[in-house]
């Protein structure tokens, strides 16, 4: 069975600062890995995904994400952070067994002081 | 393209009060449909999903149902709400067959506030 776990229920940074949010995976199969972003009272919206290309993923507004197969993660970074970065994030895993359903983290509220 | 577009956006009912919620996707045929919950501090909560017309599988027994009429409509009900169903609920499709990565595609969402 598949699992998702985002160390962190609230990360804080500052404007300009480095992002990470942390994402670690439990598949028994190779995966796809995506990172999901909700603002308030919408619904999510695809930031990037990894389906067995490069193991370095670009994705929209800056943010990218590394898939270690080692480390079984798939952390999430932007160098600079923006206020309107300011969002609730979910890294979600794949196997595409059955139905093909997602499997999500509990997300990471991203804060982002000026 | 394909969207998918869900309404009420925002919906205010009292305990016991019947509800439907609608899912629409338009640009793409024979789509698996799902309907997720957040509640607060609680993540993504899969309710249902359905791999086509008719076809309803739920995740959790709960006080919801769904339906899936047509090939491209979701609809969540309830006929006597508890203040227990509150939240944010989310439709979402995915494309079957091939190449397929297991990618949602979400609808904007309807805030459910049961008082």
């Known amino acids: 069975a598949q699992s998702v776990t985002q160390l962190g229920s609230h990360v804080s940074v500052s404007e300009g600062a480095l992002v990470l949010l942390r994402c670690n995976y439990s598949s028994s199969v190779p995966p796809y890995l995506f990172w999901y972003v909700q603002y308030p009272n919408q619904g999510l919206q695809l930031l990037l995904k990894?389906?067995?290309?490069?193991?370095l993923v670009k994705g929209i507004n800056g943010f990218e994400a590394e898939f270690k197969k080692s480390e079984t993660s798939f952390h999430l970074t932007k160098p600079s952070a923006h206020m309107s970065d300011a969002a609730e994030y979910f890294c979600?895993?794949?196997?595409?067994?059955?139905?093909?359903?997602?499997?999500f983290g509990k997300g990471t509220m991203l804060l982002v002081s000026p | 393209s394909q969207t998918i577009h869900q309404w009420p956006a925002t919906l205010v009912q009292p305990v016991g009060s019947p509800l439907s919620l609608e899912c629409t996707v338009e640009?793409?045929?024979?789509?698996?449909l799902y309907w997720y919950r957040q509640a607060a501090g609680r993540g993504l909560q899969l309710l249902f999903y359905?791999?086509?017309?008719?076809?309803i599988s739920s995740e959790v027994p709960q006080n919801l149902s769904a339906s899936r009429p047509q090939d491209r409509q979701f609809i969540l009900s309830s006929k006597k709400l508890l203040l227990s169903d509150s939240g944010f609920y989310l439709c979402a499709w995915t494309k079957r067959g091939a190449p397929n990565t297991g990618e949602l595609f979400f609808g904007e969402g309807s805030r459910l506030t049961v008082l």
């Open positions: 979600a895993v794949s196997e595409l067994s059955g139905y093909s359903t997602l499997t």
């Open positions: 990894y389906t067995s290309a490069a193991t």
């Open positions: 640009g793409t045929s024979n789509p698996n």
């Open positions: 359905s791999v086509g017309i008719g076809q």
